[in-house]
């Protein structure tokens, strides 16, 4: 029977376990991954299975971590999304996060635009650290995402979004991460890149500050082509602080919002 | 006439533009994304776009934080 093991096309046995095929591709292997979840040396192989064998601790070379840094995902994510270019407006709170979920998951080509620097009041829900102060976020994160996976691709750019320089600076995406702070600066984008784009998706983020209920924060399709995560209403204002927990919930729900575009699927809750 | 607005029927004058629908809701133009008609349109041509009977319109009010 055909398997895949570490990527490369390979020939079992019938009913050949696990085990066995590590012991004679890499037997130094500690950690056997069958379709994506982490299987035992007796779990018997069925054709076209997706084997990868990690040695812990070995920095493996930059063709096999492609692969391996894959294991994890549902098989035939990481095709879908490898040829992806998204395009992410802020890299505060939800972009930084943004940004790196969409890394992990591999997506090809990630634009980050943002005009600020590291601040250590950014530290208390940004995905950044304190020897970063003071550097541009965009060249920190496109740092830190290099640490995570080489072979995404990150243009930064350095400068202040308006309505003159949106359309070269994301010509490109695919998709449009909208991830600022401003209120008017979200509608001053999305209406922007709307009128250009009106066939290109725009994933939004509107309503996560303070520590109400996570149940609260959803992903929903309020416009053509338009998708909102968030609460809807509740706004940063003194007494109502930004923090890491519920602007991460919807980071998370607006990455997943871009993964489901890439994989063909709605975003928003299916009724 | 009655246009679609935000997903419910609303009875409007004859010739309302989408800013002065906006005004009459105390809605600030610069917080909202407006869609007449399947379409995102941009703030400068709020005034200019007059509402037809039939129309559709959304009007996505956004909040700071991010």
């Known amino acids: ?271 | 006439m009655e246009i679609t607005f935000n997903g419910k029927p609303r009875e409007l004058k004859t010739g309302t533009s989408i800013q002065e629908l906006l005004d009459q809701l105390s809605l600030d133009c610069m917080q909202v994304v407006v869609e007449h008609n399947r379409n995102i349109i941009t703030r400068q041509r709020l005034a200019e776009t007059p509402l037809n009977d039939g129309d559709t319109l959304e009007v996505i009010h956004f909040v700071g934080g991010g």
Do not use: W
């Not at chain 1, 046995?13 to 994506?36: F, M, P, Y």
């Open chain 1, 1 to 271: 029977m055909q398997i895949t093991v570490n990527e490369e096309n390979y020939t079992a046995h019938a009913n050949e376990t696990a085990g066995s095929v590590r012991d004679r591709i890499k037997a130094d292997a500690d950690l056997i991954i069958v379709n994506g979840f982490p299987a035992t040396s007796e779990t018997v192989l069925n054709n076209d299975d997706q084997v990868v064998l990690i040695r812990r601790g070995q920095i493996p070379g930059a063709d096999e971590l492609d692969a391996l840094l894959t294991a994890r995902h549902t098989p035939g994510v990481h095709q879908a999304v490898k040829g992806a270019t998204i395009g992410i407006a802020g890299v505060g709170g939800l972009g930084s996060t943004i940004a790196i979920a969409l890394a992990r998951t591999g997506v090809g080509h990630l634009i980050i635009a943002d005009f600020d620097v590291v601040e250590p009041s950014n530290l208390n829900r940004q995905q950044y650290f304190v020897d970063q102060i003071g550097l541009p976020k965009v060249y920190a994160l496109r740092d830190t995402i290099a640490r995570i996976n080489p072979h995404v691709r990150v243009t930064a750019c350095h400068l202040r979004l308006n309505p003159a320089n949106i359309e070269e600076i994301f010509g490109h995406t695919q998709i449009l991460v909208e991830a600022f702070d401003m209120a008017d600066q979200k509608v001053m984008l999305i209406e922007t890149f709307a009128a250009r784009f009106p066939d290109r998706s725009i994933v939004t983020g509107s309503g996560m500050a303070g520590f109400g209920p996570a149940n609260t924060i959803r992903t929903q399709k309020v416009a053509n082509n338009l998708y909102l995560c968030g609460d809807g209403s509740t706004a940063a204002a003194p007494g109502t602080g930004l923090m890491a927990p519920r602007v991460g919930v919807a980071a998370h729900h607006q990455a997943n919002a871009v993964l489901r575009l890439l994989l063909g699927k709605a975003p928003e809750d299916e009724v």
